[in-house]
């Protein structure tokens, strides 16, 4: 079984400053890694997914995350945000082949002029 | 290609009636998710079937709720005899295979009065 631990449930932070969301993931096997965005009232878009290959993995709206294996780290980085990066962020992981999520509690992230 | 619909987007019950949620999948995904997402939590694997079959629903609570996904038509998760605690978002997600990317609805928002 996996588990996620995303480590700050909120984070305010001004528009055009770099953001930092912090997860780590507890397994036994190998594992995928993703990160998903929620807008308000909306459902979850996939913003990035890590499978294999290159720990930098690059997302969608200027996303990026890094797989850290000894760590057990998959944190997600924007060097510079807009008022609509505002949203909540879930980081979930699947075992290997593995069609179940556990997903983390989530990160809000507010961002302000 | 339509994505996944789930509806309603919103749903309100009273204690002791029946919540009836629905969930088309992508069109050739064959592989249905639900998922719960309780207030201030992140989601929760609840069930994953496969057309006419429950593959693993160790995520259901285990009275109440079931679920379906019937040859024809939507995917159905149904609650019976709802209480104050079921208040909840609901998601749907679906893939085309079982080792594939799940691609997820805009959820129904299930609300107990």
């Known amino acids: 079984a996996q588990s996620v631990t995303q480590l700050d449930s909120q984070v305010p932070v001004f528009e055009e400053a770099p953001v930092e969301l912090r997860c780590n993931y507890s397994?036994?096997?190998?594992?995928?890694l993703f990160w998903y965005v929620q807008y308000p009232n909306q459902g979850l878009q996939l913003l990035l997914k890590y499978l294999s290959g290159s720990t930098l993995v690059k997302g969608i709206n200027g996303f990026e995350a890094e797989f850290n294996k000894s760590q057990t780290s998959f944190h997600l980085r924007k060097p510079s945000v807009h008022i609509s990066d505002t949203a909540e962020y879930f980081c979930?992981?699947?075992?290997?082949?593995?069609?179940?999520?556990?997903f983390g509690a989530g990160t809000t992230v507010t961002v302000r002029a | 290609n339509a994505g996944v619909m789930q509806n309603p987007r919103h749903l309100v019950r009273r204690r002791g009636q029946e919540a009836r949620l629905r969930c088309s999948p992508m069109?050739?995904?064959?592989?249905v998710y639900w998922y719960r997402q309780l207030p201030e939590e992140g989601l929760k694997f609840m069930v994953y079937l496969q057309k006419e079959n429950i593959i693993d629903e160790s995520g259901m609570p285990k009275e109440r709720f079931s679920a379906e996904f019937p040859k024809e038509g939507p995917s159905i998760l149904r609650i019976q005899q709802v209480v104050r605690g079921d208040s909840a978002a609901y998601f749907c997600?679906?893939?085309?295979?079982?080792?594939?990317?799940?691609?997820f609805g805009q959820g129904t928002r299930l609300t107990v009065v």
């Open positions: 997600a679906s893939s085309p295979r079982e080792d594939t990317e799940a691609f």
């Open positions: 397994s036994s096997v190998s594992v995928y």
């Open positions: 069109k050739g995904h064959s592989h």
């Open positions: 979930a992981v699947s075992g290997n082949n593995d069609y179940k999520l556990s």
